[in-house]
C-alpha cells in the first residue's frame, strides 16, 4: 500500500500507483472521427488504451480534448515496465 507522501507524488507526476502485473495487450486500431466544431486545432485527439482493473485489461476508447492554450502540446500516456510490473503513466499537457 502506498503512503500518503507517495500518493501525492504519483499525482504530481501523472502516474497510477496500480500495478498491472502483465504487459498491456497491444493497442487497438480506432478510427478517428472528425473534431467538433470549432478553430482550428482546438482540440486534440487522446488515443484508447489499456487500463488495468485491478482483474484485468479493459479497453478506454479515444476521445478529444481541448486544448488548454495556444500551442500546448500534448504527450500521450504510455504503460511503464517496472520489475515489480506494468505501471501506466497519464497524458498531459506540455
Not at 487500463?51 to 480534448?65: I, L, M
Amino acid at each position: 500500500m502506498a503512503t500518503m507522501a507517495t500518493a501525492a507524488k504519483a499525482a504530481e507526476l501523472g502516474v497510477t500507483l496500480d500495478l498491472a502485473p502483465g504487459a498491456p495487450p497491444p493497442p487497438r486500431v480506432e478510427a478517428v472521427p472528425p473534431p467538433p466544431p470549432g478553430p482550428p486545432d482546438h482540440v486534440v485527439w487522446v488515443h484508447g488504451r489499456w487500463r488495468w482493473d485491478g482483474h484485468g485489461y479493459v479497453w478506454e476508447a479515444g476521445h478529444y480534448v481541448e486544448r488548454p492554450r495556444h500551442g500546448a502540446r500534448w504527450v500521450e500516456g504510455h504503460w511503464n515496465h517496472r520489475p515489480d510490473g506494468w505501471i501506466w503513466v497519464e497524458g498531459h499537457w506540455r
